[in-house]
């Protein structure tokens, strides 16, 4: 009777881990790049040159602000004052960075002034709380992560400028529809390259 209770909760525990998976992987960087140039892609034909520029430079400053961290963090260790701090999340940093961005773009401009910023943070939370509970990040990497790409996303909103008449979101919508659908599921090796290139500042 124990043992079919243990079964139970395995089960119930691999289907919690299966949705989290699930979850989090909106937030892999094989699916962020590839959102971010489509996105970028899509603002430009539409007629938007300025939120092009700031989605361009916003989106890459973030990143690498993030991946700075990490082989920061991976060549010296973290910092006295957070020793828990073993890698800044990618995905916590990249969820409100991206996907509250696209909210900010694809809403009208009085809503995105209301909704962008807490649908930002909510984004961050929701892929924050799946790092956890899978294990890939302590707290201070999801408080670090999430600081960041929420940083991000404040400086996407204060440089985007007003939406021309003639812009129309469906069809950026669509592109970044497609884009997920494509690409969810599939993993990009980030980490494992960017621990290679602190290894290689380490023996330098």
Not at 36 to 65: D, E, K, N, Q, S
Not at 101 to 125: D, Q, S
């Amino acid at each position: 009777m124990g043992r079919n209770r243990g079964v139970v909760a395995l089960g119930r525990s691999c289907g919690v881990c299966g949705r989290m998976r699930f979850l989090t992987d909106f937030a892999d960087q094989a699916v962020i790049l590839p959102l971010v140039v489509t996105t970028a892609l899509g603002l430009w034909f539409g007629g938007w040159p300025r939120a092009t520029l700031a989605w361009l430079i916003v989106t890459a400053a973030t990143l690498g602000a993030v991946g700075l961290g990490k082989v920061m963090v991976f060549v010296w260790g973290p910092p006295e004052s957070l020793p828990l701090l073993l890698s800044p999340s990618g995905h916590t940093a990249s969820a409100p960075l991206v996907y509250g961005g696209l909210a900010m773009l694809l809403l009208p401009r009085r809503w995105a002034r209301v909704l962008g910023l807490p649908l930002a943070v909510l984004f961050g939370v929701a892929v924050g709380a799946t790092r956890l509970a899978l294990g890939e990040h302590s707290i201070p990497d999801a408080w670090a992560g999430g600081a960041i790409g929420l940083l991000g996303s404040l400086a996407l909103h204060m440089a985007i400028g007003p939406k021309p008449f003639d812009f129309r979101p469906w069809a950026l919508l669509g592109l970044g529809a497609a884009v997920i659908a494509g690409f969810h599921g599939l993993h990009m090796p980030a980490e494992q390259w960017l621990r290679a290139l602190a290894a290689l500042l380490r023996a330098g």
